[in-house]
Structure formats: C-alpha cells, structure tokens
C-alpha cells in the first residue's frame, strides 16, 4: 500500500535527482529512519573534488568510471557524518543496479521504494535481474510504487 508518506519521499528523491549534472540519468535518493527522520540523501555525480565538466559528463567512458551513484552516494554521506542507515527504508528514483544493491544491503537498508518505471533499457535488464535476486535473498523488501 502507498502511503502519503512513499510520495513525499519519492517526491523529494525525484527533486533530489535534478541537482545530477549527469546528461542522460538523473537519480535521486532518500534515507529515512523508522520514524520517518532522513537520515541522507543522495544523487548520481563525481565524487566531491572531481571536475564535473562537460566533457567528461558528454563521454561515457570517461563518465562510468567516476560516477557514484546516488545509493552509493546516500550511504556514503552518512557513513561521512557518522549516521546509522540500519533499519532504514531507500526511497530511489529509479530500480536499484547490482552495484547499489551490494551497498544497500551492507548498509543494513530494510526496504527500497521506487517508482513503477516505464520501459527497463535493454543494457540494464540482467544487471536488474541480478540486484532483484541478491535484495531478495539478502531479506530486503523491495515495492515499486504507482505515481498519480
């Protein structure tokens, strides 16, 4: 069940994500505690003090190797300033890869929302497939939620 609590979560992720310089995916992320506090927060880009330039950002293979996603980037902020994400619930913008699926479950994350996606481009389908299988064997619960 969707609550109004999912949409403003999701909401905040997806306002989140606009602050990526990333081109072609903007992601965001949420951390929040058992009692609905964020504990972090979290977009795709370089790490801090890497020039984010154009030109790097227009050639993906300069990009993927510099790139953090916003789950890692969420974990990595609390892990930063001393923050608990045990227990915790991410609210992503976008279904979660097999890179941020290891990280998520390591960080001691409970349960991912996202929202229903349209079409899953073909080149991300197995890595998909792969994150599904670990999340559900690692005992995290996984909803995909429907936006008005």
């Not at 976008?94 to 349209?118: D, K």
Request: glycine fraction near 6%; charged fraction near 30%; hydrophobic fraction near 35%.
């Amino acid at each position: 069940m969707t609550s109004k609590w999912d949409i403003r979560f999701i909401g905040l992720a997806q306002h989140i994500s606009t602050w990526s310089k990333d081109p072609s995916t903007k992601v965001g992320c949420v951390v929040v505690g058992e009692d609905r506090e964020i504990r972090s927060t979290g977009f795709n880009g370089f790490p801090r003090g890497i020039n984010d330039d154009e030109e790097r950002l227009m050639d993906r293979e300069k990009k993927y190797p510099l790139i953090c996603h916003a789950e890692e980037n969420a974990i990595m902020h609390a892990a930063r300033i001393g923050v608990s994400l045990k227990d915790s619930t991410a609210y992503v913008t976008w279904p979660p890869c097999s890179r941020c699926a290891r990280s998520l479950i390591q960080a001691g994350i409970r349960e991912i929302v996202y929202p229903e996606t349209g079409k899953i481009p073909e080149r991300w389908i197995e890595d998909f497939t792969i994150s599904d299988s670990m999340l559900n064997e690692a005992g995290v619960a996984v909803r995909s939620i429907k936006l008005e």
